[in-house]
Every structure is written in C-alpha cells, then in structure tokens.
C-alpha cells in the first residue's frame, strides 16, 4: 500500500525539519494517531471473531462513505444539497473515524484545491514527500487549528460548530456502542466468541488505522501513481485500486478537474461507490440537486489522450 512509497531518507528528512521548528513540530508522542496505531495492536489480546470482523466491515464501510460522500463531496465541494438533519448525520459519523470535524477537514481540503502541488499546499508529495503528504502533515501542530475564511458557508450551523468543538464526543458514542454491542451479543449468544473489548478493538481501533490510511492515500498515492485523463495543473492521477478502498475517491485525476461533481467516476467502469449510494439516497429523499460532470468535461475526456505513468 502506501507505505511502499515511503523511504527511509524522506522518514529523516520529515522529522529533522519538523523538529528543528516548533511550530512544525512531529508530535509522535501525544497524538491521537499515534496512540490510535498503538492501541490497535489490541486485537491481537482480545482475540478474533467472524462477528468482530463483521463489525470492521461496517465501521469501515459507514465511516468511509461519511467521509468520500459528506466531509467530501458535501461540505467541502457542496456537490449535492441535503437536510439540516442528515447534514449533521453526515458531520457526526464522519468525525467518528477521528480525523476531528468536517468544518477544520473541509477547510484543509478547500486550501488544497487552491493550491494543488504548489508551494503553498500542505500535503503534497510533489513540494514534499510521501509520507508528508500521507500522514506527515496531520501530525504537525501548525495545521491543527481551523481556518475560518474558507468555511463561512458552514459557520453558520452551529451544530457544525458544536462538532469540530467536541470532535471527541461522536468518537466516544462510536466506542460506546461498539462496546454495548459485543457486551450484550457475549451475554445472549456466547458461541459468536466475542466480547464488548473486542468489537471495540476491530470495530473501532483497527477500523480507524484503515481508514486512516485509505483516505491518507488520495493525498499521497493519487499524485504520485496512476493515470491522467485531463492536463491538469498539478499531479492528481486516477488510481482504479485506490478507489475501490475509498469508495470512489481514487479517480482523483477526474476529480481536480471538476471537482464540483458528487459523482468522481466518470464512466460506468470507474467504479464510484458513494456516488451509487447517494442514488439511492435521492431517490429516498435525502439527498438532492446531486451534480455531476457537464457535457463540456466529457467533451475534453474525448479529445484527450490517457498519460499513463511509467511508475504505475
């Protein structure tokens, strides 16, 4: 996976800059990833069980999706409209994967497109590294704080505001009923050989390390390898394995060039899972005014030649 991409030179040469500035400094030892990587290692003590693995694939599934269609797609391209209840659904069980609120995410993402492998951008493997664009930059101080010019369309609900204060809270439900969860399934049906510790463990610890780093590789990963379809003005590639892992997420390439679209796949062979979802949300009425790719991008698709990667 990602990690192939990273060298061992690139690994020093992160952490002696990040050390020699304060401000950028690596806080390996207190941050919640950090520990989050540690505490996985949890599951190796509380065992396995077919209806842990089970709820791995859910927390996994729910929270990905909360994240490529809502923290995405929804709050920081606005590619579709919604509820103010579902909005807030979305905000919740996205900030449970632990990557802290959609009003600080969306803002981060929004400084990217702005600034897609240029100077200014804070997690590009091109200014910088792979493993600075992969996880590097999220576990520098300097970027923890929200930056509040790029997100005055979403200051205004103060049940966002709410979540990106108390980013802690929907990570501890999620702990919570993962741990109600194993706890009553041990009392009733003791054969399933689970336990509360144990759902907690792969349904939240060890789900979250995969999250983390399915949605950290479209930072990385998708401006190192892959395909272009469009001459962009940065390194964005279509990575087809990349977008089975985030649902969507991997034709990047796609994506940078018109990123306004809730659908990333533009063809029915690039497979873009949220987008189905989403679908099938309209269509209950959750969601709506779903936006997609104008004739006009389709057009330029056509008349382009793929740029395959020699890496790839």
Same mark, same amino acid.
């Given at each position: 996976?990602?990690?192939?991409?990273?060298?061992?030179? &690139?690994?020093?040469?992160?952490?002696?800059?990040a050390?020699?500035?304060?401000?950028?400094?690596?806080?390996?030892? %207190?941050?919640?990833?950090?520990?989050?990587?540690?505490?996985?290692?949890?599951?190796?003590?509380?065992?396995? &069980?077919?209806?842990?693995?089970?709820?791995?694939?859910?927390? @996994?599934?729910?929270?990905?999706?909360?994240?490529?269609?809502?923290?995405?797609?929804?709050?920081?391209h606005?590619?579709?409209?919604?509820?103010?209840?579902?909005?807030?659904?979305?905000? $919740?069980?996205?900030? %449970?994967?632990?990557?802290?609120?959609?009003?600080? $995410?969306?803002?981060?993402?929004?400084?990217?497109?702005?600034h897609?492998?240029?100077?200014?951008?804070?997690? %590009?493997?091109?200014?910088?590294?792979?493993?600075?664009?992969?996880?590097? $930059?999220?576990?520098?101080r300097a970027?923890?704080?929200?930056?509040?010019?790029r997100?005055?369309?979403?200051?205004?609900?103060? +049940?966002?505001?709410?979540?990106?204060?108390?980013?802690?809270?929907?990570?501890?439900?999620?702990?919570?009923?993962l741990?109600?969860?194993?706890?009553?399934?041990?009392?009733?049906?003791?054969?399933?050989?689970?336990?509360?510790?144990?759902?907690?463990m792969w349904?939240?610890?060890?789900?979250?390390?995969?999250?983390?780093?399915?949605?950290?590789?479209?930072?990385s990963?998708?401006?190192?390898?892959?395909?272009?379809?469009?001459k962009?003005?940065?390194?964005?590639?279509? %990575?087809?394995?990349?977008?089975?892992?985030t649902?969507?997420?991997?034709?990047?390439?796609?994506?940078?060039?018109?990123?306004?679209?809730?659908?990333?796949?533009?063809?029915?062979? +690039?497979?873009?899972? &949220?987008?189905?979802?989403?679908?099938g949300?309209?269509?209950?009425?959750?969601?709506?005014?779903?936006?997609? @790719?104008?004739?006009?991008?389709?057009?330029?698709?056509?008349m382009?030649?793929?740029?395959?990667?020699p890496?790839?």
């Open positions: 996976m990602a990690f192939l991409l990273i060298r061992m030179q &690139s690994v020093r040469k992160i952490f002696s800059h050390f020699q500035d304060e401000d950028n400094r690596l806080l390996m030892a %207190s941050s919640p990833i950090f520990i989050m990587h540690v505490l996985a290692l949890g599951a190796f003590f509380t065992g396995f &069980s077919w209806v842990a693995l089970l709820a791995l694939v859910v927390t @996994y599934s729910v929270r990905v999706f909360a994240l490529t269609a809502g923290f995405h797609r929804y709050f920081s606005r590619a579709f409209k919604t509820s103010r209840l579902f909005q807030f659904v979305l905000g $919740w069980v996205g900030t %449970s994967s632990a990557q802290l609120g959609p009003m600080w $995410w969306a803002a981060n993402h929004r400084h990217h497109h702005q897609s492998d240029k100077e200014e951008d804070i997690h %590009s493997p091109v200014v910088k590294d792979a493993f600075w664009a992969h996880i590097g $930059w999220v576990l520098c970027y923890g704080e929200i930056q509040q010019d997100i005055k369309d979403l200051n205004k609900y103060p +049940e966002l505001r709410f979540i990106d204060r108390f980013h802690v809270l929907p990570v501890l439900s999620l702990i919570l009923v741990y109600i969860c194993g706890t009553v399934l041990n009392a009733y049906f003791p054969g399933l050989g689970t336990s509360g510790m144990q759902f907690v349904g939240f610890f060890v789900s979250t390390v995969l999250v983390y780093h399915v949605t950290f590789c479209v930072n990963v998708t401006h190192i390898i892959g395909k272009k379809r469009f962009t003005d940065d390194e964005s590639r279509n %990575s087809w394995w990349v977008a089975l892992l649902f969507g997420e991997g034709w990047h390439n796609n994506h940078h060039r018109w990123p306004f679209s809730a659908r990333q796949g533009m063809y029915w062979w +690039e497979l873009d899972l &949220s987008y189905l979802v989403l679908r949300l309209e269509r209950l009425g959750l969601v709506w005014d779903l936006k997609v @790719y104008p004739e006009k991008i389709y057009e330029e698709a056509r382009q030649p793929l740029e395959v990667d890496s790839s």
